[in-house]
């Protein structure tokens, strides 16, 4: 290597040795990387690739509302409550977004059954906290309904 000797061999004739000092310098300069950009500025490649990323976020994508389906068990206030104008008065609750399936009487005990109802929701329309606290947990509804409870809450 340059600037390497060894005692007792002198340095071939052709070949010049730099100085101790000059190689550090340099070797200085051979380190300077232009490859490393410590501030963060864009290549124009660069540029152009965050452009066409930003081009293809701004396109309005007609994205559909999500679904979902849940399973709510309607409890009445004892054996003698009447199931099916209960099933009736859950039913008569309509609003846009919201879509009654189908429902079964479930026995808890004692003679107590429980009525449990599918209902398919969109997302965006429809809470089903806002269903139970405002609509089936109110008058006239609550004349049947004592709790309601969600089952199973499911994205369709």
């Given amino acids: 290597g340059s600037g390497v000797t060894v005692e007792g061999c002198a340095p071939a004739p052709g070949v010049a040795t730099p100085p101790l000092a000059d190689s550090k310098a340099s070797a200085a300069a051979d380190d300077d ?53 209960l099933e009736e008065a859950v039913r008569s609750v309509q609003m846009e977004g919201l879509l009654w399936g189908a429902s079964k009487l479930v026995p808890v005990g004692y003679g107590i059954k429980k009525l449990q109802i599918m209902m398919t929701i969109v997302d965006d329309l429809v809470s089903v906290d806002n269903v139970i606290e405002e609509y089936l947990t109110v008058e006239p509804i609550n004349e049947y309904v004592q709790s309601c409870d969600i089952v199973a809450f499911n994205k369709i």
């Fill in 33 to 85: 990387d232009d490859d490393i950009d410590l501030f963060g500025e864009e290549t124009e490649e660069e540029k152009k690739a965050a452009e066409a990323r930003a081009a293809v976020a701004k396109k309005p994508s007609k994205k559909e509302s999500g679904k979902s389906s849940v399973l709510l068990d309607v409890k009445p206030w004892d054996d003698e409550t009447d199931m099916v104008k």
